[in-house]
């Protein structure tokens, strides 16, 4: 996402800068109210994307739109997708761009670590259009970015998912599992122990699909429905590193996923074919 002094077309805009500059505003309404009692305080409503939304949410989504507006009056023509105010044009239907100001705002909420911005840009309307992705966990402080066809970067270096882990048993070593509720978890307990040797559940499926892009988890799904918002920018992020991504149980469209706002099939992500066809069998509830 290389900045242009006169962008010819609308992905030449400066949509890494703004998505570093959204991300500053972030940090720094987060450094304002650092402890739980703070970011606990609702605004009285849910938003576009069905989740109560906090105060900070709502800030952060702010930060996130006052850069937006800003590439829009240099002359960028786009539609926002966001999880608090739903969709918002900005001139043309034909560049999303798919926005969670907070994915985990609960962790963000109750002070734990993981807690991140994620921002992708869209050419189209399904998974398979994203062209940039732009992830930032400000629990470790980890900018995560692709370009389409220019690989993925973690803080400006460039990574690549390597080779994945399993146990003397064959099972995958470290699985990332979202949507963890407890019904969730208990109809896929016998699925995990016979495939998983262990299991970690961040909280935010942005971060946990970006632990496999980085070969850290050797694979990730999310036990319920996923929403674009939530993903778009990682998987991207995943595929330009090296490794694989599924929407859903159809194997022939993986990448169909609508960049919309409810919440449609699972997430799965690995890094070979087998590990994919592994997590691709965990009960969805």
């Known amino acids: 996402m290389p900045p242009m002094t006169r962008p010819e077309t609308e992905l030449e805009h400066d949509w890494l800068g703004a998505c570093r500059n959204a991300t500053r505003g972030v940090q720094a ?18 938003g576009e994307g069905g989740d109560q939304t906090l105060v900070i949410d709502a800030a952060a989504e702010q930060c996130v739109f006052d850069e937006l507006e800003r590439l829009h009056d240099e002359g960028a023509r786009f539609t926002a997708v966001s999880e608090e105010r739903g969709i918002v044009e ?4 034909e560049l999303l761009v798919v926005i969670d100001p907070i994915d985990g705002s609960l962790n963000a909420k109750r002070g734990m670590p993981h807690h991140a911005v994620s921002i992708a840009v869209a050419s189209g309307p399904t998974m398979a259009d994203v062209d940039c992705g732009f992830v930032y966990d400000f629990g470790p402080k980890e900018e995560w970015r692709a370009t389409r066809g220019e690989g993925a970067f973690l803080n400006d270096v460039k990574i690549a998912a390597g080779a ?30 016979a495939k998983v040797y262990r299991v970690r559940a961040m909280g935010t499926i942005a971060v946990s699909m970006c632990q496999v892009a980085a070969g850290r988890a050797d ?22 590193a090296g490794g694989l991504v599924q929407f859903g149980h159809d194997s022939a469209q993986p990448l169909a996923h609508p960049l919309d706002l ?10 070979t074919e087998r590990g994919l066809a592994d997590v691709s069998t965990l009960p969805v509830v």
């Open 262 to 271: 409810p919440p449609h099939g699972p997430v799965l992500a690995a890094l």
């Open 164 to 193: 994945e882990r399993r146990d003397r048993k064959g099972r995958l070593e470290i699985v990332a599992i979202e949507t963890a509720w407890p019904k969730m978890l208990k109809a896929a307990a016998d699925d995990l122990e």
């Open 90 to 93: 900005y001139g043309s239907d």
């Open 29 to 46: 309404l987060l450094d304002a109210a650092p402890t739980s009692a703070e970011r606990v305080i609702e605004v009285g409503t849910r």
């Open 219 to 240: 694979g990730m799904a999310s036990l319920g429905g996923c929403r674009a918002i939530d993903a778009a920018a990682a998987q991207l992020i995943i595929r330009e």
